[in-house]
Protein backbone atom coordinates (compact mmCIF):
# COMPACT_ATOMS: atom_id res chain seq x y z
CA UNK A 1 0.00 0.00 0.00
CA UNK A 2 2.78 2.50 0.99
CA UNK A 3 4.39 1.51 -2.07
CA UNK A 4 1.84 1.89 -4.11
CA UNK A 5 1.14 5.77 -3.02
CA UNK A 6 5.03 6.50 -3.35
CA UNK A 7 4.79 5.41 -6.90
CA UNK A 8 1.76 7.19 -7.61
CA UNK A 9 2.98 10.73 -6.29
CA UNK A 10 6.41 9.92 -8.36
CA UNK A 11 4.08 9.47 -11.56
CA UNK A 12 2.04 12.55 -10.45
CA UNK A 13 5.28 14.60 -9.12
CA UNK A 14 5.46 16.84 -12.52
CA UNK A 15 8.20 19.35 -14.31
CA UNK A 16 11.92 19.30 -13.97
CA UNK A 17 12.11 19.43 -10.17
CA UNK A 18 10.12 16.15 -9.87
CA UNK A 19 12.39 14.62 -12.65
CA UNK A 20 15.55 15.58 -10.36
CA UNK A 21 14.08 13.94 -7.20
CA UNK A 22 14.10 10.64 -8.86
CA UNK A 23 18.05 11.21 -8.18
CA UNK A 24 18.99 9.04 -5.45
CA UNK A 25 21.81 10.17 -2.83
CA UNK A 26 23.80 7.07 -4.01
CA UNK A 27 24.61 8.71 -7.53
CA UNK A 28 24.83 11.67 -5.73
CA UNK A 29 27.55 10.67 -3.74
CA UNK A 30 28.99 8.61 -6.91
CA UNK A 31 28.92 12.34 -9.43
CA UNK A 32 30.79 13.93 -6.22
CA UNK A 33 33.19 11.25 -6.30
CA UNK A 34 33.91 10.84 -9.93
CA UNK A 35 34.12 14.67 -10.40
CA UNK A 36 36.95 14.91 -7.44
CA UNK A 37 38.67 11.16 -8.68
CA UNK A 38 38.61 12.97 -12.83
CA UNK A 39 39.83 16.26 -11.14
CA UNK A 40 42.89 14.26 -8.92
CA UNK A 41 43.82 12.12 -12.45
CA UNK A 42 44.04 15.01 -14.24
CA UNK A 43 46.08 17.80 -12.26
CA UNK A 44 47.87 15.15 -10.25
CA UNK A 45 48.71 11.73 -12.41
CA UNK A 46 48.37 13.32 -15.69
CA UNK A 47 50.72 16.40 -14.70
CA UNK A 48 53.46 13.88 -13.41
CA UNK A 49 53.77 12.05 -16.70
CA UNK A 50 53.86 15.18 -18.55
CA UNK A 51 57.70 15.33 -19.97
CA UNK A 52 56.95 18.39 -21.53
CA UNK A 53 55.54 22.10 -20.12
CA UNK A 54 52.00 22.26 -20.96
CA UNK A 55 51.35 24.52 -24.23
CA UNK A 56 47.98 25.22 -23.52
CA UNK A 57 47.38 28.48 -20.86
CA UNK A 58 46.82 27.64 -17.59
CA UNK A 59 42.85 29.13 -18.01
CA UNK A 60 42.24 26.43 -20.96
CA UNK A 61 43.89 23.78 -18.92
CA UNK A 62 41.41 24.67 -16.17
CA UNK A 63 38.51 25.03 -18.59
CA UNK A 64 39.09 20.85 -19.89
CA UNK A 65 40.14 19.54 -16.81
CA UNK A 66 36.58 20.92 -15.03
CA UNK A 67 35.07 19.78 -18.19
CA UNK A 68 36.17 16.02 -17.72
CA UNK A 69 35.28 15.95 -14.09
CA UNK A 70 31.70 17.41 -14.79
CA UNK A 71 31.27 14.95 -18.19
CA UNK A 72 32.10 12.09 -15.46
CA UNK A 73 29.73 13.62 -12.85
CA UNK A 74 26.91 14.25 -14.68
CA UNK A 75 27.40 10.55 -16.60
CA UNK A 76 27.04 9.02 -12.74
CA UNK A 77 23.99 11.05 -11.88
CA UNK A 78 22.02 10.10 -15.05
CA UNK A 79 23.16 6.03 -14.46
CA UNK A 80 21.49 6.77 -11.13
CA UNK A 81 18.09 8.81 -12.95
CA UNK A 82 17.66 5.66 -15.06
CA UNK A 83 17.65 3.32 -11.99
CA UNK A 84 14.91 5.61 -10.59
CA UNK A 85 12.46 6.20 -14.08
CA UNK A 86 13.31 3.02 -15.71
CA UNK A 87 10.96 1.26 -13.17
CA UNK A 88 8.01 3.50 -12.95
CA UNK A 89 7.83 3.42 -16.98
CA UNK A 90 7.80 -0.77 -16.33
CA UNK A 91 10.80 -1.15 -17.96
CA UNK A 92 13.84 -3.40 -16.47
CA UNK A 93 15.98 -1.02 -14.27
CA UNK A 94 19.13 -3.30 -13.84
CA UNK A 95 19.29 -4.13 -17.79
CA UNK A 96 19.14 -0.33 -18.58
CA UNK A 97 21.80 0.41 -15.70
CA UNK A 98 23.99 -2.10 -17.57
CA UNK A 99 23.16 -0.69 -21.09
CA UNK A 100 24.54 2.57 -19.75
CA UNK A 101 27.64 1.67 -18.21
CA UNK A 102 28.82 -1.18 -20.93
CA UNK A 103 27.85 1.03 -23.94
CA UNK A 104 31.02 3.99 -23.91
CA UNK A 105 30.56 7.40 -24.65
CA UNK A 106 26.99 8.07 -23.15
CA UNK A 107 25.32 5.94 -26.17
CA UNK A 108 23.87 3.52 -24.01
CA UNK A 109 22.19 6.78 -21.78
CA UNK A 110 21.10 8.45 -25.05
CA UNK A 111 19.45 5.01 -26.34
CA UNK A 112 17.61 4.76 -22.82
CA UNK A 113 16.32 8.39 -23.76
CA UNK A 114 15.04 7.71 -27.15
CA UNK A 115 13.44 3.90 -26.30
CA UNK A 116 12.10 5.20 -22.95
CA UNK A 117 8.19 4.39 -22.37
CA UNK A 118 5.85 6.81 -21.48
CA UNK A 119 5.35 7.07 -17.81
CA UNK A 120 2.31 4.72 -16.17
CA UNK A 121 -0.36 5.88 -13.84
CA UNK A 122 -2.36 3.86 -11.33
CA UNK A 123 -6.40 3.51 -12.49
CA UNK A 124 -8.19 5.16 -9.06
CA UNK A 125 -11.07 2.03 -9.83
CA UNK A 126 -8.99 -1.06 -10.64
CA UNK A 127 -5.49 -0.73 -9.92
CA UNK A 128 -4.44 -1.20 -13.18
CA UNK A 129 -1.36 0.25 -14.49
CA UNK A 130 -2.21 2.56 -17.29
CA UNK A 131 -0.58 5.42 -19.74
CA UNK A 132 -0.53 8.87 -18.39
CA UNK A 133 -2.03 10.33 -21.57
CA UNK A 134 -4.88 7.71 -21.38
CA UNK A 135 -8.91 9.54 -20.46
CA UNK A 136 -9.99 5.84 -19.83
CA UNK A 137 -8.73 3.00 -17.79
CA UNK A 138 -8.52 0.28 -20.57
CA UNK A 139 -9.50 -2.52 -18.25
CA UNK A 140 -12.62 -1.34 -16.29
CA UNK A 141 -13.46 2.11 -18.74
CA UNK A 142 -13.09 4.30 -15.65
CA UNK A 143 -12.40 7.84 -16.86
CA UNK A 144 -9.55 8.96 -14.99
CA UNK A 145 -8.94 11.91 -16.68
CA UNK A 146 -11.40 14.48 -18.35
CA UNK A 147 -11.64 14.58 -22.40
CA UNK A 148 -13.83 16.25 -25.10
CA UNK A 149 -17.24 13.67 -25.85
CA UNK A 150 -16.89 15.03 -29.47
CA UNK A 151 -13.42 14.90 -30.54
CA UNK A 152 -12.06 13.03 -27.43
CA UNK A 153 -9.08 15.45 -26.69
CA UNK A 154 -8.40 16.49 -23.35
CA UNK A 155 -10.23 19.06 -21.94
CA UNK A 156 -9.61 21.06 -18.42
CA UNK A 157 -11.94 20.87 -15.72
CA UNK A 158 -12.74 24.12 -15.77
CA UNK A 159 -13.37 24.32 -19.73
CA UNK A 160 -16.99 25.18 -21.08
CA UNK A 161 -16.59 24.63 -24.64
CA UNK A 162 -13.76 22.01 -26.13
CA UNK A 163 -10.54 24.46 -27.02
CA UNK A 164 -10.02 22.19 -30.15
CA UNK A 165 -13.71 21.65 -31.91
CA UNK A 166 -16.13 24.22 -29.89
CA UNK A 167 -17.96 21.28 -28.58
CA UNK A 168 -19.90 22.30 -25.19
CA UNK A 169 -18.84 20.07 -22.29
CA UNK A 170 -21.44 20.40 -20.29
CA UNK A 171 -23.39 18.09 -22.81
CA UNK A 172 -21.66 15.29 -21.90
CA UNK A 173 -22.15 15.07 -18.65
CA UNK A 174 -19.00 14.63 -16.61
CA UNK A 175 -18.63 12.16 -13.72
CA UNK A 176 -19.53 13.37 -10.26
CA UNK A 177 -16.03 13.32 -8.94
CA UNK A 178 -14.73 15.23 -12.00
CA UNK A 179 -17.47 18.11 -11.70
CA UNK A 180 -16.33 18.48 -8.77
CA UNK A 181 -13.39 20.28 -8.78
CA UNK A 182 -14.91 22.52 -11.17
CA UNK A 183 -16.17 24.24 -8.72
Known amino acids: ?3 EAQERDETQSGGFSGELRLIPLWSVAGAVLAFTLMEYL ?3 VVAAHRHHPPN ?3 SFRLYFNISIGALAALYVLMVGYISRDSPRRGMSSPLWMIVCVVIP ?13 PVLSLC ?3 NARIESEYHFCPQCAYQVAPCCGNCHRTARITDLYCVYCGHHLAEDRPPARLHAFAE
Open 1 to 3: MKK
Open 42 to 44: MWI
Open 124 to 126: PAC
Open 56 to 58: LPF
Open 105 to 117: SGIGAVLYFLLRL
